[in-house]
């Protein structure tokens, strides 16, 4: 006999959360979907991430509220402005043998494990915007080049928060994972996430690889050394254990006779990641790509030191980030 417990495990395991969000209208925004979450939003504005969590819950995220988050009863609850004796009636004819029948079948109906972490990291990704190109932060005061961040190169690829922080999203064999925040007096990495890398668009003709200790490096590397042919890399500091393999496949999938160069501060940590980078490099055992190391001239030195100093006289004024 089901008792009342656990008829509440066998919702929160037994039912697919995306095929019941898609009865309920919601679609599937392809963009933001990976393997582990899906992202689904609704005609009238509501947007959720949803994940399978490591007990096996499907457990979900809102993108404009971050109080919204839980369980598909959570969800009901919020959707119905029900209680919960109310949310099981909804909930039962979506048992097996329940009869309900989704109008579409989500194609993930199992996802790989994610953590609640990591999901409302996605969810906070979700709801931020592209960055305008003449962010006051990184043109006035950072001296990226606004035309650089509206490249093909760069499009799509850096966002902003409500706070006007610039956001460089991190991205590992799973999806993104976490990302960079930067602003005047302010650097941290996303609460809950783990660092990848963060990386503009691969292009065709790419011959070099440059890899960077934090994303305003990368960028600042781009904008000196130009990024017609360049795809960069940041690690976002010292390397965690799970970064080398993800170093190595990158380097991989570079083509023949491309350049590795390791775009890296001129200081011991430089000095460290340097190191790392062709660790990297020689696991992957190519004859026929090349490896550098490209610091500043100047001790203590970081790219974007060495960008400011290039420019000889301030930019447009920005806007409001």
């Given at each position: ?8 495990e ?11 969000c898609a ?30 969590g ?18 598909i ?78 490249s ?11 706070r ?16 960079e ?12 996430g ?18 960077a200790?934090?994303?305003?490096d ?31 496949v ?25 190191e ?25 030195q ?20």
């Amino acid at each position: 006999m089901t008792t009342r417990e656990h008829e509440l495990e066998d919702f929160k395991t037994q039912i697919a959360l995306p095929d019941f969000c898609a009865a309920e209208g919601f679609e599937i925004d392809r963009k933001s979907t990976c393997r582990n979450s899906i992202a689904m939003k609704h005609p009238a504005g509501e947007k959720i991430v949803i994940g399978m969590g490591h007990d096996n819950h499907w457990i979900y995220f809102s993108v404009h509220d971050e109080r919204n988050h839980g369980s598909i009863i959570d969800l009901v609850q919020h959707l119905h402005g029900c209680n919960l004796g109310e949310a099981r009636k909804i909930l039962r004819p979506w048992l097996p043998g329940g009869g309900a029948v989704p109008p579409l079948a989500c194609t993930h109906t199992r996802l790989e494990p994610v953590t609640r972490d990591l999901l409302g990291v996605r969810a906070r990704l979700a709801a931020m915007k592209t960055i305008p190109h003449n962010h006051a932060y990184l043109v006035g005061t950072r001296h990226i080049p606004a035309a650089l961040l509206a490249s093909d190169r760069l499009a799509g690829h850096v966002f902003t928060d409500d706070r006007g922080n610039a956001i460089f999203p991190h991205w590992n064999m799973d999806g993104m994972c976490g990302y960079e925040a930067s602003n005047a007096g302010f650097k941290a990495f996303s609460p809950g996430g783990t660092k990848g890398f963060f990386g503009g668009r691969k292009q065709t003709g790419d011959t070099h690889l440059a890899i960077a200790e934090s994303a305003i490096d990368a960028l600042s590397y781009l904008a000196l050394e130009g990024h017609d042919r360049m795809r960069v890399l940041s690690t976002g500091g010292a390397l965690n254990p799970d970064q080398p393999a993800l170093l190595r496949v990158a380097i991989e999938n570079m083509p023949a006779g491309a350049k590795i160069v390791a775009a890296v501060d001129h200081d011991a940590g430089g000095d460290k990641l340097a190191e790392q980078i062709k660790e990297a490099f020689d696991a992957v055992a190519r004859s026929d790509i090349a490896f550098k190391r490209h610091s500043p001239p100047t001790a203590d030195q970081d790219w974007n030191n060495v960008l400011a100093a290039s420019v000889s006289q301030p930019g447009p004024s920005p806007g409001p980030a």
